[in-house]
């Protein structure tokens, strides 16, 4: 599969009154083209902080503190604003959790899609109000909404009108952070159910940001965790459902309860995540990981990429082995 988005050692921090909170380290991730690519971890490791680090949404106190984004083969890091600007929407386009944030109150939807479409194409004139109702029946939304201000439509509905405006430029790459979070159950399946259709449609990529680890082991190609600002694994979603190797990600999948076989006891993982203005030193996860040896609090684990994804643990070596199998290899 080409590589629509490389995102080499990107590195984000915030200055705060305590010191810098180095809220994103050195985080290395591709994701093809078509590919639906996963981003979890437990709130505060900098999924979302990785996202706005991807479409130039940083605001101080964020600061970009290295590292490259390249999307179809344009470096966004170095790019001036006016082309950014260019970019956003037509390449690359962003829905967050609250659709609030996307939308403009005091705007008809009517306008606010026209607006999206000229923006881009200042020539597209009657044309860009046929584009907007077919904007809104593409995700199921009667036209006559188009002259409803976003207050009078229910969450669901305003979650669809962020992503129709997302849609409105056909963009090679889609980066969802917490898309459905705010909707109640039924709405959300409704709205998963649509993004899929449109992916299928369209085949643009996706970042899909969630603290639903069940729904990303459903409808992601594969999946980045991340610790404390750092990306510890990368797997495809097979590999994650039969047998994530780092162990933070293992303690992460069984902290929810399986959607299929027996019920088994949720373990969770002891403690909580480090303060990231003074990280521990080593592998960040070693004080709450069961399996930490002695160079772990002492030394930072390099990243093995290997045929299973990448991971960046004491426990395996240059082949992927874990030191048990090694071991065993050995004898
Ligand atoms: N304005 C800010 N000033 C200082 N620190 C911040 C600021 N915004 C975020 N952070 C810190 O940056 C880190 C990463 O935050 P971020 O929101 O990216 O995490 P997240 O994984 O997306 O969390 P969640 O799942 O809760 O949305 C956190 O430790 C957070 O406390």
């Keep these: 599969m080409s590589k629509l988005l490389q995102v080499q050692n990107l ?13 994103v380290d050195n985080v290395s991730f591709s994701i093809g083209k078509g590919e639906i690519f996963g981003l979890a971890g437990e709130s505060g490791c900098g999924k979302s902080t990785t996202a706005f680090g991807i ?6 106190p964020a600061r970009l503190a290295g590292g490259s984004v390249v999307l179809d083969g ?10 950014f600007d260019k970019l956003r929407w037509s390449k690359m386009s962003i829905v967050l959790q609250s659709a609030m944030n996307n939308l403009n109150p005091v705007l008809k939807i009517r306008s606010q899609l026209m607006d999206a479409i000229v923006a881009h194409e200042p020539d597209a004139g009657k044309e860009a109000a046929k584009r907007a109702e077919q904007l809104m029946r593409l995700v199921d939304l009667p036209a006559d909404r188009l002259d409803s201000y976003p207050h009078e439509l229910s969450g669901g509905m305003r979650q669809r009108v962020v992503i129709a405006m997302a ?23 409704g709205i998963i159910r649509k993004i899929l259709e449109l992916q299928e449609q369209f085949g643009f990529s996706i970042l899909f940001i969630t603290h639903d680890l069940p729904l990303m082991l459903e409808m992601c190609d594969r999946i980045g965790i991340m610790y404390a600002g ?8 097979q590999e994650m459902k039969s047998g994530p190797r780092h162990p933070y990600t293992q303690g992460l999948l069984h902290s929810f309860p399986p959607l299929y076989g027996p019920k088994r006891r949720l373990e969770g993982i002891p403690g909580h995540p480090p303060d990231l203005i003074r990280p521990p030193g080593g592998c960040r996860f070693h004080p709450r990981c069961a ?10 684990p390099a990243v093995l990429a290997d045929e299973r994804g990448q991971v960046a643990c004491h426990l395996y070596n240059e082949e992927g082995l874990s030191v048990e199998q090694a071991s065993a290899a050995r004898e």
């Design 167 to 189: 849609m409105a430029m056909k963009p090679s790459l889609v980066i969802m952070d917490e898309p459905t979070t705010a909707l109640d159950v039924v709405v959300q399946n």
């Design 291 to 300: 399996r930490a040896m002695t160079q772990c609090s002492s030394r930072e």
């Design 74 to 83: 344009i470096e966004l890091t170095e790019l001036p604003d006016e082309q």
């Design 11 to 23: 590195s984000i921090e915030y200055a705060s009154p305590r010191g810098v909170v180095k809220a």
């Design 230 to 237: 750092r990306l510890v694994e990368i797997a495809s979603r």
């Design 55 to 60: 479409c130039r949404l940083l605001r101080p």
